[in-house]
């Protein structure tokens, strides 16, 4: 079987889950799309089981932070349809006050640690998850450090301001 | 300390004794924790600890150009830096849009079957001396050492490589590093062939492993493990063949798979990938003599940093060598996901560009951490003996479970 096309994936999504799916990019031909955390889990079973798509591994699950939207957090899932050779990126975006999302585990085992490590950097509560604790950073540890609030180096440092270089 | 299973064994009336494999065990290779409940020999659970080293390569990505993130994916599989390095390069490339000539494809090529080859003598000749064989492993470090005699010529350094440039290499491949690889071809010939024959049919070894630790596809496929330990189940994934990155789609290989997943069908599987490199390079080798033998990089003078003798005497030169140390080059505003097979499974960048001096985001899909998971509910139930060449034959590295 080839590669499917995203012209299809769109569509099929598009008929599954109506309006609930829109398409982000298409950059450098992988597809991304969004969804809402009430939909995720249907749309990730719907991609796994549907018996043309069959994205059966999951490729990766991880987080990004733009405190400038008002939906700052986007949690990200890479799946990948080995019998077609199709990878596919979807995106869920959640309000800083409520980084509530259901769990992938109940699908696939392997995002028992992928959501571990994505609540540990970006707090994002995965709810049903087994054991959902800090997995890198200690446990004790009270902020999620990949936040963007958090500078990694001196604040009071200068030299490296966008401002000097004309940004 | 909440949470902490070390300290949750409070119940005299158990059974069960408390073992602490780890975090610095001489069976465990590298910083792992698990804390087990034994019963006798046995294994009746355990829970892994990892972060032991972890160093926020992901937000120090964060702040730093391009170029400054090549060491730190040194730092991540450090058995087998260069793939981790190409890997990188490769998806800046893709993000840039940068085309590499062939001649650059077909010398990366080399490189990253060469590191293969090394991680892959690591990880097996260590499961041998785990398993009581220490002979194998003795002999096969000569040929790592040949290995990083190569990665010497080529790039001056040995473990952390830092080896490339985005859009090709630092340096042309001289006459020496040619004449070295073709001679580690003839004598690793020689000398994993010996291997084998010390380990493949070993009556000992065999008992050792065979059944041990075995894996179905499926569970493998819903642990989303990748690499040899994937392959040794019976699923044919192989990033260089599903989705060829620099150039493989020009090379004639097998992907070599295993049956049932057990310790020894993954020996099976690292040892004829390793036939398979040698296989690569030679045709690499071949195919770099119909190329022009002074490219060594993409003409991309706004990534590709200036040599140094022009820096020194041309304005142009200098200008872009500043431009791209200080990352101040025009760089798309997109996202890219790129993945190279490492050597223990799908190395993934995933890229999130905003324009700006350094990633917006950049997230590393590291093999290790992944297969790692597995270990800690696939040891239930299996005798501690087992577990340790369990581990070993998982080929999980600290620096890239923790990044």
Redesign the interface.
């Known amino acids: 079987m080839g590669k499917i096309a995203n012209e299809v994936l769109i569509q099929k999504l598009g008929d599954k889950f109506p309006g609930q799916v829109t398409e982000l990019?298409q950059?450098?031909g992988?597809l991304?799309v969004e969804t809402g955390r009430e939909q995720i889990s249907d749309v990730l079973a719907y991609l796994k089981n549907d018996p043309e798509l069959k994205f059966?591994?999951?490729?990766?699950i991880?987080a990004?932070?733009y405190p400038e939207l008002e939906k700052q957090i986007g949690v990200?899932y890479?799946l990948h349809s080995?019998t077609t050779?199709t990878?596919i990126?979807v995106k869920v975006f959640l309000t800083a006050d409520d980084v509530h999302i259901p769990t992938a585990t109940t699908l696939?085992?392997?995002?028992?640690?992928?959501e571990r490590?994505t609540y540990d950097?970006y707090g994002v509560v995965f709810e049903g998850h087994p054991d959902l604790?800090r997995?890198?950073?200690?446990?004790?540890m009270t902020v999620f450090?990949?936040r963007k609030e958090f500078p990694?180096?001196d604040p009071n440092r200068i030299d490296?301001k966008?401002y000097f270089?004309g940004? | 300390m909440h949470n902490h299973p070390v300290y949750t064994d409070n119940d005299p009336q158990t059974e069960y004794s408390t073992l602490n494999l780890g975090p610095t065990h001489p069976a465990t290779h590298g910083v792992f924790q698990n804390v087990l409940q034994m019963d006798g020999e046995r294994i009746v659970s355990g829970v892994s600890t990892i972060g032991y080293i972890h160093r926020a390569f992901e937000k120090i990505a964060e702040h730093r150009p391009f170029y400054q993130i090549t060491p730190l994916t040194d730092r991540l599989n450090y058995c087998s830096s260069p793939i981790n390095n190409m890997g990188w390069h490769m998806t800046a490339e893709k993000l840039l849009g940068i085309t590499t000539p062939k001649r650059v494809d077909y010398m990366r090529v080399i490189i990253m079957e060469l590191a293969r080859i090394t991680d892959h003598i690591v990880c097996n000749s260590i499961l041998g001396v785990d398993t009581g064989a220490l002979t194998g492993f003795t002999y096969m470090m000569q040929y790592r050492e040949s290995v990083y005699e190569i990665y010497e010529e080529i790039c001056g350094s040995r473990l952390t490589t830092n080896i490339g440039r985005i859009g090709g290499f630092e340096r042309n491949f001289n006459k020496i590093a040619f004449d070295k690889i073709r001679n580690f071809l003839k004598i690793y010939r020689v000398g994993l062939k010996e291997f084998e024959s010390l380990f493949n049919r070993n009556r000992i070894f065999v008992d050792r492993t065979r059944g041990v630790a075995e894996v179905t596809a499926e569970t493998a496929l819903s642990y989303s493990w990748t690499g040899p330990i994937l392959r040794a189940t019976g699923v044919d994934y192989d990033v260089r063949a599903m989705e060829p990155y620099s150039s493989y789609e020009d090379f004639d290989f097998e992907v070599p798979v295993g049956d049932n997943g057990d310790v020894y069908a993954r020996f099976l599987v690292r040892n004829e990938e390793m036939w398979q490199s040698m296989r690569i390079i030679e045709q690499a080798l071949a195919k770099l003599e119909k190329e022009p033998s002074d490219i060594f990089h993409a003409d991309v003078p706004a990534f590709y940093l200036p040599p140094k003798e022009e820096v020194y005497n041309n304005m142009e030169a200098l200008i872009y060598h500043f431009k791209i140390v200080m990352g101040e080059v025009e760089t798309p505003t997109a996202e890219v996901y790129h993945a190279v097979e490492g050597a223990n499974g799908e190395l993934g960048f995933y890229l999130v560009n905003d324009g700006g001096r350094s990633p917006y985001r950049l997230h590393f899909r590291r093999p290790s951490f992944i297969n790692y998971q597995m270990y800690a509910p696939m040891s239930q139930g299996m005798l501690l003996s087992d577990a340790i060449i369990n581990m070993s034959s998982l080929n999980v590295i600290a620096g890239e479970l923790d990044a």
């Open positions: 990019n950059d450098y992988l991304s059966i591994f999951l490729t990766d991880t990004i932070h990200i890479h080995l050779n990878r990126r696939w085992d392997g995002a028992n640690w992928m490590e950097f604790r997995i890198l950073n200690v446990d004790d450090p990949m990694l180096e490296k966008d270089f940004r």
